[in-house]
T-cell receptor, first 115, second 108 residues
């Protein structure tokens, strides 16, 4: 158990809908990262927040947005869903801000299926 | 060409064999991560290294910065080592770039 929690575990929805994925980092970790893992693209970095502020952005679509709240939990919002958004979405957390200095601890993931 | 390449893509081994998984990258990096993804989907960070060699139990990770290459070795492999092993590099952009993974199956 990494100490990172993600809800829900599974989500099935229809095209055009909007969903929210939630992540609670390990106690004491200030950084939260969101990743998407699809069958054809592998793991891709979406976005990072550090202590409530956006820190780094990857291949995140404009239809997707995220935020980190004062209690450090984070939410990833996916809207106008398309079939291609079906994937595993992972959240990870780390103590500090750098991918080059900090081990990341991954949550169990949310499996999103868009029908 | 991907910025992070792993080989082999798939690997099968008999229990007890010595296993090597390779990772080559084409970008400048500050650190390289090895991750393990279990069949259930969970991801565990195994190593983060920027030079030399690290060892944890039966796992050894090495990196050669000049050659832009890293290897993950598993000694005395066991069926519970069956998983996907993913290499990821972190550079100046504060984001990880991932390889496509190596699927390892160890048979008793």
């Amino acid at each position: 158990d990494s100490g990172v929690t993600q809800t829900p575990k599974h989500l099935i929805t229809a095209t055009g809908q909007r969903v929210t994925l939630r992540c609670s980092p390990r106690s004491g970790d200030l950084s939260v990262y969101w990743y998407q893992q699809s069958l054809d693209q592998g793991l891709q970095f979406l976005i990072q927040y550090y202590n409530g502020e956006e820190r780094a952005k990857g291949n995140i679509l404009e239809r997707f947005s995220a935020q980190q709240f004062p209690d450090l939990h984070s939410e990833l919002n996916l809207s106008s869903l398309e079939l291609g958004d079906s994937a595993l979405y992972f959240c990870a957390s780390s103590v500090g801000v750098g991918v080059s200095t900090d081990t990341q601890y991954f949550g169990p993931g949310t499996r999103l299926t868009v029908l | 060409k991907n910025e992070v390449e792993q080989s082999p893509q798939n690997l099968t081994a008999q229990e007890g064999e010595f296993i090597t998984i390779n990772c080559s990258y084409s970008v400048g990096i500050s650190a390289l991560h090895w991750l393990q993804q279990h069949p259930g989907g969970g991801i565990v960070s195994l190593f983060m290294l920027s030079s030399g060699k690290k060892k944890h139990g039966r796992l050894i990770a090495t990196i050669n910065i000049q050659e832009k290459h890293s290897s993950l070795h598993i000694t005395a492999s066991h069926p519970r080592d069956s998983a996907v092993y993913i290499c990821a590099v972190g550079g100046n952009t504060d984001k990880l770039i991932f390889g496509t993974g190596t699927r390892l199956q160890v048979f008793p």
